[in-house]
């Protein structure tokens, strides 16, 4: 069965019984969520939001206690539908003793790769993630960056059209962050889906393109980045204005220091205009003019803070 999206959800839950008193804990609530194929979709919220217990439901780790979910129009819990997938859990453990080559070849097997392609394979990605150089070494002596490289090495090897996975750039230092996001936009651009789950928002912000925030178990907010971030207004940095001017602005925007002098927040283009204006007649200069944005740290901590206070 084809499929629009990569991943869909329809009402799914998760309830665990305390092994206190036997009450219910709902993980995840009612929740319907759908990624398109082809983007970089990133899950957020706080801990113990959901996140977890729904990319577990996602690869039929754990089964839901009420709804369904499917992967490129699959059951989830079909064995079939999870062949597309490549996975690269937070607090992967691979064993010590095995060289990066040997890991590979290994995990290669068990996903139904014969040797040839494992052969062919396991140099490419080494390359990719970085480690050319350490294939022959064992794993005991890599870094914790290096043996997330191998994990993100590991979850392609079979070239999984949907990657999920959850704080891929832990460990790893700024260059190599940097790498990894790269190799990631190009698997988009041959129509992976990307399936992100971490805490970094700038990150996040940076690289995705669609974006869920669970609150309690629940979906809080869903949609594009650009569509989140946008809330409206514009920002001008001008400098070289005197008080009576800033004065005369204040009376339709408002002011506030900044490193090149002032910083004027005007609600409307009109406004925005207005002090344009105003700021020529002044004498001072323009220094730049752009819509007004929000951050997705932002709208994490309005949307997850909502109706927190009792």
Not at 59 to 64: A, D, G, M, Q, R
Not at 199 to 206: P, R, T, Y
Request: positive net charge; charged residues 20%; contains cysteine.
């Amino acid at each position: 069965m084809s499929s629009v999206f990569a991943v869909e959800t329809v009402g799914i839950e998760k309830l665990y019984k305390s092994r206190f008193g036997g009450r219910e804990i709902r993980a995840v609530s009612n929740l319907s969520l759908q990624v398109p194929r082809g983007v970089k979709f990133g899950l957020l919220g706080a801990n113990g939001a959901g996140k977890t217990t729904l990319v577990k439901m996602l690869l039929s780790i754990v089964h839901p206690s009420a709804g369904s979910a499917r992967i490129f129009g699959r059951d989830v819990q079909a064995p079939d539908a999870r062949v597309s997938v490549g996975y690269l859990p937070e607090n992967h453990r691979f064993p010590t003793y095995l060289t990066g080559i040997g890991m590979l070849d290994h995990y290669g097997a068990l996903s139904g790769m014969d040797s040839a392609q494992r052969r062919q394979r396991i140099p490419e990605l080494l390359a990719v993630v970085g480690l050319r150089d350490w294939g022959r070494v064992r794993l005991k002596k890599y870094s914790k960056g290096m043996l997330q490289r191998l994990g993100l090495a590991q979850a392609l090897l079979h070239r999984p059209q949907l990657l999920v996975l959850d704080e891929p750039t832990d460990g790893v230092d700024p260059i190599g962050r940097r790498e990894i996001r790269d190799v990631l936009n190009g698997l988009t651009d041959t129509g992976v889906t990307i399936f992100l789950n971490s805490h970094l928002l700038s990150e996040v912000e940076d690289f995705c393109d669609y974006v869920a925030i669970l609150k309690r178990g629940e979906l809080a907010l869903q949609g594009k980045i650009s569509h989140l971030l946008a809330r409206g207004g514009y920002q001008l940095s001008i400098s070289n204005v005197s008080e009576a001017a800033r004065n005369n602005i204040c009376e339709f925007a408002s002011l506030s220091p900044s490193d090149a002098g002032w910083t004027i927040f005007a609600a409307s283009r009109d406004d925005a205009n207005r002090a344009v204006d105003r700021v020529r007649a002044a004498g001072g200069f323009i220094e730049s003019l752009h819509p007004s944005t929000s951050t997705l740290e932002d709208v994490f901590v309005e949307t997850t803070a909502a109706g927190t206070a009792k």
